[in-house]
């Protein structure tokens, strides 16, 4: 591994890479569980460790609307979120993706109220998933440094320039110190030299930034739009493979482990599949054979790299830390349905949820799920309702 | 003008992103002119210059000339008859159109 | 290892540094802690994983191989040794260590190392700061890391506070040397 | 640099930097504030929009009446937009002297008063430069005429209509400069298009004012007010002259008067000329422009006394 061995949780480690990115504003307001990274870079800034305008907001809305602003304006632009929060920058969201402002954001994955609550769900990625942004998932304090530097550039790539996000597990990852290498200020600045902006606020060469755009234009935009995701892939991999160059660090869109010869897998995101792996292997002392897939990319969806994994397997759990209400499955699950439907051969597939609110995901829920795949595959048919592991007996 | 006019003839493909518009001012390829009813004619043997026909338009549509005299662009103007309202010495009328 | 102190006492830190001093010593780690609202006072507790190995584990810990005792009013409580393995290692905060605490530990076989880390904390700081004292006898204890590696990193935490560093590294000694097994 | 104030029209900049063929009514009275303060602010200046009549009549793709930058993002939110646009030139000009613009925004009623308040609370307090302008055309007219927060007690609107039981919206209409001094801010006033000089002056000494600035502008809306549209500028003196719409600076801390209204024309002369306001002059009604009457007393004399305390 090259770079520094630092001990960090996550949220510094990601507050860490932003100030390497020399960022030059920040525009955020305070929530669990991101707060840290908040409160970071308010302390880089009032050191005069990172020279950079930090807008302490009233609010997440304003929060991203500022953001907006000064992305139009050529800054690169930083802010992090959680949960609540993302729900009330919902709006800006959308506007951000369309106007082409590569901001990134962390966000520090909670639940959604109500019942209020601080912990883990992917309630509030999930729910920002058909904004225009682009999404990863850390699965651990090394990735989310690594992947909120590599945002930067994937979002900024003048073949993408869409706002992106990086998303970490609340608690499991915000507040979890781990050990991570990080690079030097040095070698950051040549991965990720000063923002170039494509048409910034300019008063010597005016325009108009957000028009009316009514029945006769609006189709076209959105089609423009539309047809930039399809290059997003391409990018995210140069990306990755230089990224790769300067750390050693692999990085794909779609992890995968032990899938070699198994016909039973499970699909996951965030800090959960590192337990799954972990489970895997003691299944695998037992005989049993679990693939573990799990997403760093998650938008764009990587079809044709889930397809080509998923292809292969006879019954494939797909595990979801939030439930999408009155829906036809959860959400990655309907993702994950959509992608494998006009594969030739598909695998059956089984919607687990997990982990809501923060509810611990451990080795013997993947143990459970093992079980109920054997169990798929020998009756040969999905089962009708999504199985809830980890909720209270009676 | 030929910059306004030649980003709107531009084929949707070459939009910039963002839906922005690149270039200041495209509006003047709106004739809004067509709007009126009635027009305003201007007296210039009554104006006295006094600017205020020209600060309060709207579109704007009154043009200031280099010596502050004052004539209509009706290619934008919308007859509201604010200029003639406020023209202190009655120089401006509205008279309908056709 | 699970922490067990009260809000506002440095149970976080205590685990944090533990982490801190085993990753410089080139080993992985993970640490967190209990995920709750923030409350000074109420029971709150702290996880540390430490291994040779990369961790890839991401779940809370139920099966502690040691336990901590930061606060000394909590010896008693009967779920402290709750989960812990065979063999494993209960460290508390105690002139001598109460008998709810030495039947649980009897019952998992449990090694038990006692500190008064209060009249240490007095004596060193003149306040009830257990947390590094804590760490110290901890350090003796399991012997997971150096008393060095945790000394470095203590230094290195309150590097802003020189005297306080001094007094940290003081507390972790003067426990490290005074925790005794119990027999 | 210091911009200077005048004291005749033909003071005022020959340069148009909003263009004609945009798509107001005929009458609107936004269009003459937003001429002023493109004069009076000197380039380089970024403008601001909230959503709202003057955002969707002037920029409708693509077509666009600004010769300025000029940036939409939503309807509650201009104050934070500009907050994020006047911190990043602030920082790029520092880091890369990139030259930092002038930042004026625009905002309706809705977008200020209402939906847009707490982003306009939140950048005055955190003292971000700009020149924030509330177009007052005292109900949200984009949408149809509805209630808000600035339409005054009286007005019927669709969803205050003049009714046998209510006639009208009975709540006053909310101080916006009171509130925006209450943020600690250095210049705040009132302005009307009946009266260009007193506006333009006061466009600029908000400009020479660094920190966040609020403009109070009265709108007049032919659409909104049922009004012959030639008459705008009539409805807009007539608010003035009735003291309902008093014109007034805060500077420093010093509230003045800048337009005396030493005998005041009857109420009833500008509430006769507007379909919204007919309904008052209705004997049924007297109760309520009685009551009316009292409060722009109370108005008046509020201000006098503070005008007073100033000297």
């Not at chain 1, 929060?85 to 959604?112: D, K, Q, S, T």
């Not at chain 1, 051969?345 to 611990?360: H, Q």
């Not at chain 2, 910059?3 to 495209?26: D, N, Q, Y």
């Not at chain 4, 936004?30 to 004069?39: E, T, Y």
């Amino acid at each position: 591994m090259k770079g520094k061995l630092v001990g960090m949780n996550g949220d510094r480690a990601v507050a860490y890479a932003a100030k390497q990115a020399k960022v030059d504003v920040i525009s955020a307001y305070p929530i669990t569980p991101q707060t840290i990274i908040v409160e970071t870079l308010a302390e880089y800034v009032n050191n005069g460790e990172l020279d950079a305008a930090f807008i302490p907001v009233e609010s997440e809305h304003t929060a991203l609307s500022a953001a907006v602003g000064a992305s139009l304006a050529g800054a690169r632009v930083f802010t992090a979120t959680s949960s609540q929060g993302l729900a009330l920058m919902y709006e800006i969201l959308w506007i951000a993706a369309g106007l082409r402002a590569p901001i990134v954001m962390a966000i520090g994955n909670r639940a959604l109220s109500p019942n209020i609550n601080i912990h883990c769900s992917h309630d509030d990625a999930y729910a920002a998933r058909d904004t225009g942004w682009l999404q990863f998932f850390a699965e651990n304090v090394q990735e989310a440094y690594d992947l909120t530097l590599m945002a930067f550039r994937v979002a900024e790539d003048e073949r993408v320039l869409l706002p992106t996000i990086v998303n970490l597990d609340g608690f499991i990852l915000t507040h979890a110190l781990e050990g991570l290498y990080v690079l030097e200020d040095a070698e950051v600045d040549a991965f990720l030299p000063k923002r170039k902006p494509i048409n910034p606020i300019d008063p010597k060469n005016p325009k108009t930034y957000g028009p009316l755009d009514f029945t006769d234009w609006y189709m076209e935009h959105k089609r423009l739009q539309f047809e930039v995701y399809q290059k997003v892939g391409g990018v995210v991999r140069e990306v990755f493979d230089e990224y790769e160059k300067l750390t050693g660090r692999h990085y794909q869109p779609v992890k995968t482990f032990n899938v070699e010869g198994a016909d039973k897998a499970i699909v996951i995101l965030g800090s959960s599949a590192g337990t799954a792996r972990f489970a895997a292997r003691k299944l695998a002392e037992k005989g049993m054979k679990l693939g573990v897939v799990s997403l760093t990319q998650y938008r764009p969806f990587p079809v044709a790299e889930l397809r080509k994994v998923l292809e292969s397997f006879d019954v494939v759990a797909v595990l979801d830390r939030s439930v999408s209400f009155g829906s036809p499955g959860n959400q990655l699950f309907m993702d994950v349905s959509t992608a494998l439907y006009s594969s030739k051969k598909r695998p059956i597939l089984v919607n687990v949820v997990y982990g809501l609110g923060g509810r611990d995901f451990t080795p013997l829920h993947v143990e459970r799920i093992y079980a109920a795949l054997e169990e798929v595959q020998r009756k040969g048919e999905a089962p009708e309702e999504s199985l809830w592991v980890g909720l209270r007996e009676g | 003008m030929s910059e306004a006019s030649s980003f709107v003839l531009k084929s949707w493909r070459e939009m910039p992103p963002g839906g922005i518009i690149p270039v200041p001012k495209t509006s003047l390829l709106n004739k809004t002119g067509t709007w009126r009813a009635l027009k305003p004619v201007i007296n210039q043997a009554k104006c006295i210059r006094c600017l205020m026909c020209w600060v309060h338009c709207p579109e704007p549509a009154i043009l200031r000339g280099e010596d502050d005299s004052v004539a209509v662009d009706y290619d934008y103007c919308k007859g509201c008859g604010i200029c003639a309202n406020v023209c202190p010495v009655h120089a401006i009328e509205m008279v309908p159109e056709g | 290892m699970r922490w067990h102190g009260r809000g506002g006492q440095g149970v976080v830190t205590s685990s944090e540094l533990l982490a801190l001093a085993a990753l410089r010593e080139g080993k992985f780690v993970y640490h967190a802690p209990e995920f709750g609202p923030e409350r000074r006072g109420a029971p709150v507790k702290a996880y540390t994983r430490i291994s040779r190995e990369p961790i890839e584990l991401h779940s809370g810990i139920y099966e502690p191989s040691a336990v901590v005792v930061i606060d000394p009013s909590l010896q008693n409580d009967p779920s402290i040794a709750s989960g812990l393995r065979k063999g494993g290692l209960i460290v508390v905060n105690a002139k001598s260590p109460g008998d709810v605490l030495l039947r649980s530990a009897q019952e998992k076989g449990a090694e038990v190392w006692y500190v008064d880390a209060y009249s240490i904390a007095m004596e060193v700081f003149g306040r009830p700061f257990y947390n590094t004292p804590m760490l110290g006898a901890f350090v003796r204890a399991s012997n997971v890391v150096s008393l060095e590696s945790v000394v470095s990193v203590a230094m290195e935490r309150f590097s802003k506070d020189s005297k306080l560093a001094q007094l940290n590294v003081l507390a972790i000694r003067r426990a490290y040397d005074e925790v005794k097994k119990y027999e | 640099m210091e911009l200077k104030t005048i004291k005749t029209l033909k003071e005022i900049p020959r340069e148009e930097q909003f263009a004609p063929g945009h798509r107001l009514c005929a009458g609107c009275g936004i269009p003459q504030v937003v001429r002023l303060a493109l004069k009076a602010v000197p380039d380089p200046k970024v403008v601001v929009n909230a959503t709202g009549c003057l955002e969707v009549a002037t920029t409708i793709f693509p077509y666009t009446s600004w010769g300025v930058p000029w940036v939409h993002i939503a309807f509650e939110n201009a104050a934070a937009v500009a907050s994020g646009i006047e911190a990043a030139f602030k920082i790029l000009s520092k880091k890369y002297g990139v030259e930092k613009p002038k930042i004026i925004v625009f905002g309706g009623d809705g977008g200020t008063f209402d939906i847009g308040f707490q982003a306009l609370s939140g950048a005055l307090e955190r003292g971000h430069d700009m020149i924030y302008i509330c177009y007052d055309n005292e109900a949200y007219m984009n949408t149809g005429i509805q209630r808000s927060g600035a339409t005054p007690k009286g007005a019927s609107t669709t969803t205050s209509p003049a009714g046998k039981v209510v006639p009208g919206k009975l709540e006053r209409k909310k101080n916006l400069i009171e509130i925006a001094i209450a943020h600690g801010i250095r210049y705040a006033a009132t302005m009307n298009p009946a009266f260009p000089v007193d506006m333009y002056n006061k466009i600029v000494k908000a400009a020479n004012t660094p920190g966040p600035t609020v403009l109070h502008y009265f709108t007049p809306c032919p659409t909104g007010w049922y009004f012959d549209p030639s008459r705008s500028i009539e409805v807009a003196r007539l608010a003035v002259q009735t003291r309902i719409w008093p014109l007034y600076e805060y500077d420093n801390g010093k509230i003045r008067i800048t337009v005396p209204v030493k005998e005041p024309r009857p109420v009833e002369d500008y509430f006769k000329l507007q379909g919204r306001f007919r309904h008052l002059l209705e004997p049924e009604n007297k109760w309520l422009l009685e009551e009316i009457k009292r409060d722009i007393e109370e108005n008046w004399q509020k201000l006098m006394r503070m005008a007073e305390q100033s000297k």
